[in-house]
């Protein structure tokens, strides 16, 4: 079975710090992609990555980036973590397009 | 601007019901109709749905898509409490990400 991993449950940070959130993939997918789940507002795409090295903006790109120096591992990074991106984040990926996602479990971000 | 309207957003129904949960999209160059369960952490496939009319199964669940009428419905037959989840659905173009709908929270009383 494929698995995707997020490496953190649950995060709490503080407002202004850096966050980094990872996403490891082990089945050599193509296609990796963050979003965020708001209660009432589903999932919403922040970035995704096609390749490696390759990164494109998704619908809600602001106040995040990311990075994806190899095949397996995709990170989303917050520069300066602010209330309003309290959030769960959910990682996926897939083989390439006309695919289902694999989800990652989530990681619950609180930032306080 | 691609988008995916679920509804309801919210049931709550007696163990032994049947329930009906609906997807509309609005897509360009639509390829298909995915479905996913999601209890309390990743969600999990339930159903890629590409060709109209043909009505896919798992067990208590079901689902069939309407090209025409740009939608989809996933049946739940006989609940149980372990269905309590939210059902996404989403649609692909084949070319960027999936587009999700906001999702139905679906609670089995016993």
């Known amino acids: 079975d494929v698995k995707v991993t997020q490496s953190s449950r649950y995060l709490v940070k503080r407002t202004g710090e850096k966050v980094f959130l990872e996403c490891v993939q082990d089945m050599d997918h193509e296609n990796m992609f963050w979003y965020r789940q708001d209660p009432g507002l589903g999932l919403r795409l922040i970035y995704f990555?096609?390749?490696?090295?390759?990164?494109e903006k998704g619908d809600i790109p602001e106040g995040y980036s990311v990075s994806r120096e190899k095949k397996e591992r995709f990170s989303l990074i917050l520069e300066s973590a602010s209330t309003n991106q309290t959030s769960m984040y959910l990682c996926?990926?897939?083989?390439?397009?006309?695919?289902?996602?694999?989800f990652g479990s989530g990681t619950r971000l609180t930032v306080v | 601007e691609d988008k995916v309207v679920q509804s309801p957003l919210s049931l709550v129904v007696h163990e032994g019901d049947t329930v009906t949960l609906n997807c509309s999209y609005e897509v360009t160059n639509f390829r298909s109709l995915l479905w996913y369960k999601q209890e309390k952490k990743a969600p999990t496939f339930l159903f890629m749905l590409?060709?109209?009319?043909i009505e896919k199964k798992s067990g208590r669940l079901s689902s069939i898509l309407d090209k025409k009428e740009l939608f989809s419905i996933l049946n739940i037959t006989a609940t149980q409490t372990g269905d309590s989840a939210i059902y996404l659905c989403a649609a692909d173009t084949g070319r960027r990400a999936l587009t999700f709908g906001s999702g139905t929270r679906l609670q089995v009383q016993p």
């Open positions: 996926a990926s897939r083989p390439g397009a006309n695919y289902g996602y694999t």
């Open positions: 990555s096609y390749d490696v090295k390759m990164k």
């Open positions: 590409t060709s109209s009319g």
